[in-house]
């Protein structure tokens, strides 16, 4: 295939460097295509040039599923990492608060990508998080990732217990991540941390070519059970990983301010 790309902006950002990009090919399909990203190649949103209300990316379109299929008329939502707006934008007309780590990627999102959906919070996900009301969120999504890795402090025993006591009574979170189809430690001890935090999980995974190939995963905990029709997944089917080892804040250093 002939790529033809041309880069729109390239802007370096606490060591990181986000780049927005026009292409004609995106993951083996033809169209016009322009793609926020890091400089690593990893990908944090697309949006299709021709059809812009297409959701391009298949986990925003699985997430998106599992919400409005379980509850369609939630009222509250908190999603942490925005990347170019995907799932607030589509639910603009809830009442949905979004933190963004970045600045940078907040300004894109409007300013190259057409985001013009609720404001974007620009600080700690975990902090924001912390001063919504206890019990006042139908969902969280987290949806969290930087140049430099993982954010691990959104994944340890006492975000699970912030989580859970910010949601209510049948309030669900679902979290995008990235792993290794089997064995990684990293996913085990997010599933093991929900397990230990809610009375019901599930996880779906885009099967890859090779179990030991990094794949995305929607891992789900909730304070009730949720539904999904796997015809509207977008290719996800059920996958639980194994339990690991449940992260804490005293592994990284890390303190709640």
Same mark, same amino acid.
């Given at each position: ?35 926020? !990203?890091?400089?690593? *190649? ?45 799932? $607030?934008?589509?639910? $603009? ?22 985001? $013009? ?15 919504? @009301?206890? *019990? ?44 290794? *189809? ?16 809610? $009375? ?13 190939? @990094? ?19 977008? !290719? ?16 990284? *250093?890390?303190?709640?301010?």
């Amino acid at each position: 295939m002939n790529i033809q790309e041309e880069i729109l902006t390239r802007i370096q950002e606490n060591g990181s460097e986000i780049i927005v990009t026009d292409t004609n090919i995106l993951y083996e399909e033809k169209g016009r295509f322009r793609v926020l !990203g890091f400089a690593n *190649g990893d990908v944090q949103g697309a949006m299709d040039l021709d059809d812009p209300q297409r959701i391009v990316l298949e986990y925003p379109r699985a997430i998106i599923h599992l919400m409005e299929h379980n509850e369609p008329g939630f009222e509250r939502a908190f999603v942490i990492g925005h990347g170019i707006g995907t799932i $607030a934008g589509y639910f $603009a007309q809830h009442d949905i608060r979004t933190a963004e780590i970045s600045q940078a990627i907040a300004s894109i999102s409007r300013t190259y990508f057409g985001y $013009a959906g609720p404001e974007v919070n620009v600080g700690d996900g975990r902090q924001l998080l912390n001063r919504e @009301t206890d *019990g006042s969120l139908d969902y969280i999504v987290l949806d969290a990732f930087t140049e430099k890795g993982t954010p691990w402090h959104l994944f340890t025993r006492e975000f699970w217990s912030l989580a859970d006591r910010k949601l209510n009574e049948q309030g669900v979170i679902l979290l995008n991540v990235f792993g290794r *189809g089997q064995r990684d430690s990293f996913v085990d001890a997010i599933w093991a941390g929900l397990s230990e935090a809610f $009375a019901y999980t599930q996880g779906f995974a885009l099967p890859p070519d090779d179990p030991r190939d @990094t794949a995305n995963r929607i891992l789900v905990g909730g304070k009730r059970s949720v539904q999904a029709k796997l015809g509207q997944m977008v !290719g996800f089917e059920r996958s639980e990983p194994e339990c690991g080892t449940v992260l804490e804040d005293e592994m990284f *250093g890390y303190r709640q301010e």
